[in-house]
Nanobody, 123 residues
Framework: QVQLVESGGGLVQAGGSLRLSCAVS????????MGWFRQAPGKEREFVAA????????YYADFVKGRFTISRDNAKNAVYLQMNSLKPEDTAVYYC????????????????WGQGTQVTVSS
């Protein structure tokens, strides 16, 4: 019933920027907290950032704080991840996720997931 579709991934040189988007359909978007996770080959999925229903509250993993910014537009049913100063170690598949009762860094508390978008950062 709820679908999430990521876009905006691609290949970028180290130090560059990308803006990921996640479009949500099927339910009232404003009722959901939203998050971004990433997974590199051979590694576990890790938390990147999250934003509450109140867009004024955001949470970040230490390794991206100061470089990445999560935001949302409830009128457009969309969440975004602005990624600046990208590093090769940021290379991963990035997933957006949503839920009504999440613990920000715990993927098992999110109810809905997108299919992921590939981000590749060259050195």
């Amino acid at each position: 019933q709820v679908q999430l579709v990521e876009s905006g991934g691609g290949l970028v040189q180290a130090g560059g920027s990308l803006r990921l988007s996640c479009a949500v359909s099927g339910r009232t978007f404003s009722n959901y907290a939203m998050g971004w996770f990433r997974q590199a080959p051979g590694k576990e999925r890790e938390f990147v950032a999250a934003i509450r229903r109140n867009a004024g509250y955001t949470y970040y993993a230490d390794f991206v704080k100061g470089r990445f910014t999560i935001s949302r537009d409830n009128a457009k049913n969309a969440v975004y991840l602005q990624m600046n100063s990208l590093k090769p170690e940021d290379t991963a598949v990035y997933y957006c996720a949503g839920g009504v009762a999440i613990v920000y860094g715990n993927p098992r508390t999110y109810d809905y997931w997108g299919q992921g978008t590939q981000v590749t950062v060259s050195s």
